[in-house]
């Protein structure tokens, strides 16, 4: 279970910062010509202390490769995403979502 701790705070923080910036131009890239095979998961999120660590949570996850969506609520502690089961596999989110300080179930 994530604690409030202040430094894995501001860690989480820097991360999102660092997330947002390097999201700017993904559009940008050529597209790739291999078919996708998307998936949505759905999880319940412990650790959210408030509604910016569940926007933080989506900036980070969007800038992932293969993330093609995402819904992060606070209020519901949950997070929903979509992916390109080719690009990323399920449990590097999962390990990516554990890293940012939160517990998925």
């Known amino acids: 279970m994530a604690t409030s701790n202040p430094i894995h ?3 989480f923080f820097s991360r999102a910062t660092a997330a947002a910036a390097a999201t700017v131009g993904s559009g940008l890239e050529a597209a790739d010509k291999r078919p996708r095979t998307t998936r ?3 999880y319940k ?5 408030c509604i910016t660590c569940a926007v933080g949570l989506e ?3 969007r800038g992932m490769p293969g993330v093609t969506a ?3 609520t606070y209020p519901a502690g949950e997070v ?3 992916f390109d089961e080719h690009a990323i596999a399920e449990a590097t989110l999962r ?3 554990a890293t940012c300080g939160f517990a998925t179930a």
């Open 9 to 11: 705070r501001r860690k």
């Open 40 to 42: 949505t998961v759905h």
């Open 45 to 49: 999120v412990t650790g959210f202390t």
């Open 59 to 61: 900036t980070m996850l």
């Open 70 to 72: 995402v819904k992060a």
């Open 80 to 82: 929903t995403i979509g």
């Open 95 to 97: 390990e990516f979502i």
